[in-house]
């Protein structure tokens, strides 16, 4: 089974200063990974994913990702935050023998919180 | 880029109504979509699988005559919410994948649509 760990509930950052967002997952065969972020009373929009390559994905917004297979890791990382990253933010795995979406797992979330 | 629209956005109604909820996908084709439901400070959960043109699937626990889903055509799905009671107040969200749709596409998101029931 398909699993997603998101460690801290709440992240606290001051503006400008460098943000991560914890992410872990399990998954018994390859992984894709994605990134998606949640304002008030909206949808989830897609940040970013990995699926093979370079470790260091880049995505939407300026964030960027860095996909870890022996920690089994996909951690979310912005150079600069800005107050208006402040959102919930969601890691979800799917197996790539997944076609059909069934088995796309969501994280419990982190809300970020980025302080002026 | 991929527009999957929602609506309503939120809606109140009375304890024992049905509500109807709407999802299209509006630049593209959707043969399959997802119905998710998010309780406060909590992760999404899949609540069933919508597949145009067939019944749809749903998850464990989740009960099918309380929670009708129509997928009648390849751009539009829709959630009924029948004999609403309070415990169903949340937030109802769908998604969609741009055809093919393989394992590494991303899911497309509606704005959610805020239900309470009072």
């Known amino acids: 089974a398909q699993s997603v760990a998101q460690p801290e509930d709440q992240v606290n950052v001051a503006e400008g200063n460098p943000l991560t967002v914890k992410c872990t997952y399990s998954v018994s065969g390859n992984p894709y990974l994605f990134w998606y972020v949640q304002y008030p009373n909206r949808g989830l929009q897609f940040l970013l994913k990995y699926i093979t390559g370079d470790n260091l994905v880049k995505g939407s917004y300026g964030f960027e990702a860095e996909f870890n297979k022996s920690q089994t890791s996909f951690h979310l990382k912005k150079p600069s935050a800005l107050v208006s990253d402040s959102a919930l933010y969601f890691c979800a795995v799917r197996d790539i023998r997944d076609n059909y979406g069934q088995n796309f797992v969501f994280g419990p979330g982190t809300r970020l919180s980025v302080l002026p | 880029g991929a527009v999957v629209s929602q609506h309503p956005s939120w809606v109140i109604c009375k304890s024992g109504t049905s509500v109807k909820i709407e999802c299209r996908s509006l630049d593209f084709q959707a043969t399959t979509m997802f119905w998710y439901r998010q309780f406060p400070k909590q992760s999404l959960m899949l609540m069933a699988t919508?597949?145009?043109?067939?019944?749809?699937?749903?998850e464990q626990g989740v009960e099918k005559d309380k929670f009708l889903i129509n997928h009648a055509s390849l751009t539009l799905s829709t959630l009924t919410v029948t004999s609403a009671h309070p415990e169903d107040s949340s937030f109802y969200i769908c998604?969609?994948?741009?055809?093919?749709?393989?394992?590494?596409?991303?899911?497309?998101f509606g704005n959610g649509t805020r239900l309470t029931v009072t």
């Open positions: 998604s969609a994948r741009v055809p093919p749709g393989t394992a590494n596409s991303p899911l497309h």
């Open positions: 919508s597949n145009e043109g067939s019944k749809a699937t749903y």
